[in-house]
């Protein structure tokens, strides 16, 4: 599946140090906390709910089919509410590039670290129970600038 | 000079509750308001919020250890992402102590303290249940009768001083300790101290007995609550709830999937 994942158009695997991980639901035994890949896609659903907002969009792959990918949002919507977030910041067939960190599994899910929006990065908080203030920059997971590397080419996230 | 002191001890007996903390008056048997958790630990005991290096052995009985060994949770030295069972993550309910501990700090969730001449109410965010604690002096139901368990217990409380002492029995065994995992019987006893130590600041300290599944004691660490220590804006423009169609969506589509499970 890792190599699956790596095929995909759109997807690009960046090594980062995230910082401090923090759990919940089980995130860090969920997700590769100390990676994020790039993640590029058409919106079809977003849902501002609690526990995490979700993101559910369609990625393309090289071959042309259609990959349904799912992120979950670390920060809770109130936490979003106070960056400026509504139900309706993200809306259906929006453009979106993910920075997130990608599931152990290897399935297309992916816990969201940053974001565009049509090409305008928005801040997306720092972590669950983190409210940054307003206008302030993302906590975790800034937009990639490192070299690409395969997603199966990282080292795996400590367990929490 | 005479009227003064006059005034000082007339004050002092009208007012016997009011003191002074932090600049700020208020009646330390006054526990009403919103309270946040302060303290970063979310167990029952003091287990490590990142779940690494030390933590403490409960004083399990082989019955308790094999119950908490098939408890799975998402958080801890024992986390578990493709076995995890917590009640949590099914919306159900919480019950007490969790209900008192599970992610009150933060914008998750707090839990608010009202009162009325024979009881007080605790209202909690998450399921946006509330809880009584019976003050007019009434005693616990008797133990040994044939009980309906509830999730929150049946609670009598009353006053030692400036601590508010709350003593339960009659919990639902299904709910857990603690995101931990830690169970607990049907026959747990718990008992709560509650102490207002200022304006803004509320102190609670647990201990259990429940002798099936804990060989002694089994007490909590301290815990503080802030009051209106909230984190947002507009507080007022929030509706937390745990809604179990929307988590059942939630791991359904992204968090199972994303774990294996």
Redesign the interface.
């Known amino acids: 599946m890792r190599r699956n994942l790596s095929s995909i158009l759109g997807v690009v695997a960046i090594v980062s140090f995230a910082g401090s991980a923090v759990?919940h639901?089980?995130t860090?035994?969920?997700?590769e906390m100390d990676k994020t890949i790039t993640v590029s896609g058409t919106v079809t659903e977003f849902?501002f709910?609690?526990?995490?907002p979700?993101l559910?969009f369609d990625v393309t792959d090289e071959k042309g089919q259609v990959v349904k990918w799912?992120?979950?949002f670390l920060?809770?919507p109130?936490?979003l509410?106070?960056l400026g977030w509504t139900k309706e910041t993200i809306k259906f067939n929006d453009k979106v590039v993910l920075g997130c960190h990608p599931?152990?599994?290897g399935?297309?899910?992916?816990?969201l670290a940053s974001l565009s929006i049509n090409g305008k990065p928005i801040s997306v908080g720092g972590g669950?129970?983190?409210?940054p203030a307003p206008g302030a920059a993302p906590q975790r997971g800034a937009p990639a600038t490192e070299p690409t590397t395969p997603a199966g080419g990282a080292p795996r996230g400590q367990?929490? | 000079m005479k009227v003064i002191t006059l005034f000082l001890i007339l004050s002092a007996v009208a007012f016997p509750a009011v003191v002074s903390g932090q600049n700020t008056k208020f009646d330390p048997h006054d526990l009403t308001g919103k309270w946040a958790r302060n303290s970063n630990n979310q167990g029952f005991a003091n287990v490590p919020?990142?779940?690494?290096g030390n933590f403490p052995e409960a004083p399990f009985t082989p019955a308790g250890r094999a119950v908490y060994e098939k408890n799975f949770?998402?958080?801890?030295p024992r986390?578990?992402?493709t076995l995890?069972n917590d009640p949590?993550?099914s919306c159900d309910p919480l019950g007490i102590p969790r209900n008192l501990n599970a992610?009150v700090?933060?914008?998750?969730n707090w839990w608010e303290i009202t009162s009325a001449p024979d009881r007080l109410i605790q209202f909690f965010e998450w399921h946006h249940e509330y809880r009584v604690i019976y003050t007019d002096g009434r005693k616990l139901p008797d133990v040994n009768a044939a009980l309906d368990p509830k999730w929150n217990g049946y609670s009598v409380g009353r006053w030692e001083g400036d601590t508010f002492v709350v003593d339960s029995i009659g919990f639902d065994e299904r709910t857990w300790l603690d995101k931990f995992g830690y169970p607990h019987t049907d026959e747990m006893k718990l008992q709560e101290r509650y102490r207002r130590v200022d304006a803004n600041t509320l102190e609670l300290t647990m201990v259990l007995t429940d002798p099936k599944y804990y060989t002694k004691p089994f007490e909590s660490d301290r815990k503080v609550f802030k009051l209106n220590a909230l984190?947002?804006?507009?507080p007022w423009?929030?509706q937390?709830?745990?809604?179990p169609s929307?988590?059942q969506?939630?791991n359904r589509?992204?968090?199972d999937?994303?774990?294996?499970k």
């Open positions: 759990a639901h089980g860090s035994i969920t997700y849902d709910g609690y526990p995490h979700s559910f799912g992120a979950e920060p809770t109130a936490a509410k106070n599931s152990k599994s399935k297309p899910v992916c816990a669950p129970g983190v409210a367990r929490q | 919020e990142t779940g690494r949770p998402g958080y801890g986390a578990n992402a995890r949590m993550g992610e700090v933060s914008s998750h984190q947002f804006e507009k423009d929030e937390i709830y745990c809604v929307e988590e969506k939630f589509l992204i968090r999937p994303a774990s294996g």
